[in-house]
Each structure stands twice: as structure tokens, then as C-alpha cells.
């Protein structure tokens, strides 16, 4: 699945998602509801019925999902959902302030580190 969102003043904003598949692909203008509005209508609904509606979970295995593919982008390698859940790094930072120093600072030039393929160690997450 490829995911585009970007929201700059005075650029080309697209907010889109295609899905590649064995058998074809799909994007937006397939049909259906407009799936942003539809889960206002959703959530409204359910508000109006007095009915539970949690969708976490759809956001934690999306999101994971995300995680996932950072992993073995920047590693370079095939990285398991199990093997990241049980060894994957804490990259939280140690205080939640904004002046907080980050995890990861630019060196003596300015420059932030980058992750090499090959190099990288995901389960590490030091660069």
C-alpha cells in the first residue's frame, strides 16, 4: 500500500492511498463513500444510537504497520511483526517537555545522522 498525505500552504496537497495487489490495483475514485467523511457519519451514528465504537485496534496494527515498514526501509532487511514486537527499540524520549533534549541531535555540522541499509541495526535503533 502506498499512503500520501501532504498539507503545504501553496504546494500541491494529495491525500491518497493505492493498493497494489497479486491481482490489480485500486485507489482513490474506485467508488463508494468518501471514506473521511464516511467515518463521521460512522462515529455520529453510533453516538446517536448510544453505541460503543472503538476502532484502536485498527489503529494499532495500521500504525505498527507503519513501524514495521520504517524498520526494514532504514534496515534494509525482513523484519517479522513478532520479532519487532518482542525486540524492537524504546525510541520514546526520557522527558516529554519541549525543551527536552531529542534522542537524535545533529552533529558538530549541523547534519543529522542517517540510516544506511546494510548498516543500520533495527532492533538497535543507534545510527
Known sequence: MYSQCRHIRNCWN???ETIVGTEG???????????????????????????????GWYG???????????????SGKVIKWDEAVEKGPDIMPEQFAFDATPPVVPDEDGNYPVAMPGMYDPFNASF
Do not use: K
Open 14 to 16: 494529495q491525500v491518497s
Open 60 to 74: 494499532a496494527t495500521s500504525s505498527f504497520t507503519a513501524v514495521l515498514g520504517r524498520m526494514a526501509t532504514y
Open 25 to 55: 490495483q485500486m485507489g482513490p475514485g474506485g467508488g463508494g463513500p468518501n471514506p473521511y467523511n464516511q467515518e463521521h457519519i460512522d462515529l455520529i451514528a453510533a453516538i446517536r444510537q448510544d453505541e460503543a465504537r472503538n476502532e
